[in-house]
């Protein structure tokens, strides 16, 4: 029998201890590569585009030839105004992708020896750069579509007199969401977060090509699909799949990591950052084939090619 893929020796190509050997130099001549790829690692100034700059040693900071802006590997990206060290940085991302089910702010703080505060913060940061690889996308041929339901939970009263009906609206903590996914077979995992799963319906409409073939079960409000889109259906009541190609498991592999990774590594995802949650598990199951060392330098170019973040700059000082 074959030998999994991520169980051989083909599957590790980085890890923490080749960081920290490295140093601290090492790391930030990564960093220059990743950002300046385009010039061999040499800086480009960010405000006017020059490539002839004076090198600030003792800052590690670099002014412009040109326009005489002052900037470093850093500005302009998600990790500006950092401080913690190249090193940690990368060591971050070598963990955040070692993960294959995420991981808690808690062990990446207590990993790196930050503050709590600090790794939540860089977490979401990383979720960020990694939900822009699939901005704008969209999904054709064929296309799975399900929903699930996340948050939420009600605990029941001790004594039974004062239980309630935890299916009744009155009840509700407001707080339930649905991740709607959309799985190109083959292709790459859209997510969406909303109140009702009958909501992908009308994503389907935004993010699909009109000439898709859809797959869902057997939920009434995936019959609006017909009148778009050529639609199969498969009653999980009866079977899982057809044994003719008609099924959802893909987009429930997803949903199944994406689970897990609420439940065991996170234990409780507010609904205000669920979609990022959601993009990090898509992204990760849909690149789960490459080495460590391909998706973390796939990360850092994303964290470097992404804007300073609106959400989470300054997150702590509000």
């Not at 995936?222 to 639609?231: K, P, V």
Request: aromatic share 8%.
């Amino acid at each position: 029998m074959a030998q999994h893929f991520l169980l051989s020796a083909a599957a590790r190509t980085l890890s923490l201890k080749s960081i920290y050997q490295g140093g601290e130099e090492k790391a930030y001549s990564t960093f220059c590569k990743v950002r300046w790829a385009d010039n061999d690692g040499k800086p480009v100034c960010p405000r006017c585009g020059c490539v002839e700059a004076y090198s600030i040693t003792t800052r590690r900071k670099f002014k412009c030839a040109g326009c005489y802006h002052q900037y470093s590997v850093t500005s302009g990206t998600i990790f500006a105004s950092r401080k913690m060290s190249f090193t940690d940085l990368l060591a971050a991302i070598c963990i955040f992708v070692n993960s294959a089910k995420g991981i808690s702010a808690l062990q990446l703080s207590r990993d790196l020896d930050c503050q709590h505060k600090t790794a939540f913060v860089l977490s979401h940061k990383l979720r960020e750069a990694m939900s822009a690889e699939v901005h704008a996308q969209t999904v054709g041929e064929s296309v799975e579509i399900d929903g699930a339901y996340f948050g939420g939970h009600i605990r029941p009263a001790n004594v039974k007199e004062d239980r309630v009906d935890r299916r009744l609206a009155r009840h509700q903590t407001g707080k339930r969401r649905v991740v709607i996914a959309l799985r190109q077979r083959g292709g790459r995992t859209l997510t969406l977060v909303g109140r009702s799963e009958a909501e992908g319906v009308e994503i389907a409409k935004r993010v699909a090509d009109p000439n898709s073939t859809f797959y869902a079960d057997e939920a009434a409000h995936w019959d609006a699909l017909h009148g778009t889109f050529t639609t199969h259906r498969i009653n999980h009541s009866e079977a899982y799949s057809d044994l003719a190609g008609t099924n959802t498991n893909q987009v429930e592999s997803f949903f199944s990591r994406l689970r897990r990774m609420v439940a065991g590594q996170h234990h409780h995802v507010s609904p205000q950052y669920l979609h990022q949650y959601a993009d990090h598990a898509a992204w990760l199951e849909d690149h789960r084939r490459m080495d460590n060392g391909t998706l973390a330098h796939r990360v850092a170019g994303l964290a470097m090619a992404h804007p300073v973040s609106r959400v989470w700059k300054g997150y702590w000082q509000r």
